[in-house]
């Protein structure tokens, strides 16, 4: 039979060499949509870079100022839908990104609380006779501990649902903006 303190030891190891896993996780998905984003900026600045000098090509060989002004418009709309499509993929790399620290992060809640109920049972078996009512402060303790890592565990899904949703509507208003623009440059 274990001591309290061998208990408390291993378990806290046990927490220790978790959280330790989970930072791990969290710190690879990071780099992870961090690869991804510095990808889709380099693949989307060089494909910028060849058309635009495609297009100024394009503008310079106009022979009049209505010509220019159609060679414009016409190609306004095919770099706004580049630039809305840009703003969807980041998008989607952030959501990702998120879900997953989201995921680890429920989990990592989730081992935490049944390694804190598991450690508490098990000083409440072992525990002499009349110390009742300290096990009673430390269920108390715990229950607390409990709801306290539940409305985390809510709180960081909230704040992925409200990024994920200001990210979308952020891709909605440019994707509209761009629209717009296009609109107009196409009545000139």
Do not use: C, W
């Amino acid at each position: 039979m274990f001591s309290f303190q061998e208990q408390f030891s291993n378990n806290a190891k046990a927490a220790f060499e978790s959280q330790l896993a989970a930072f791990h996780a969290l710190a690879a998905k990071a780099f992870e949509g961090t690869e991804k984003v510095i990808a889709l900026n380099l693949a989307a600045t060089k494909a910028s870079v060849q058309e635009s000098t495609a297009s100024a090509k394009e503008l310079f060989a106009a022979k009049d100022a209505k010509e220019f002004f159609a060679l414009a418009a016409s190609q306004a709309k095919p770099a706004a839908e580049k630039a809305t499509s840009y703003g969807r993929h980041l998008g989607e790399i952030v959501s990702g990104i998120q879900a997953e620290f989201a995921k680890t992060t429920e989990a990592q809640i989730a081992e935490a609380k049944a390694n804190l109920n598991a450690a508490v049972d098990a000083v409440a078996k072992n525990a002499p006779a009349g110390s009742e009512s300290a096990v009673g402060i430390l269920k108390s303790v715990v229950a607390n501990a409990n709801t306290g890592y539940e409305q985390l565990s809510t709180s960081v899904k909230q704040n992925a649902e409200k990024v994920e949703a200001h990210v979308t509507k952020a891709a909605d208003q440019f994707t509209q903006a761009a629209e717009k623009a296009v609109n107009i440059s196409s009545k000139k």
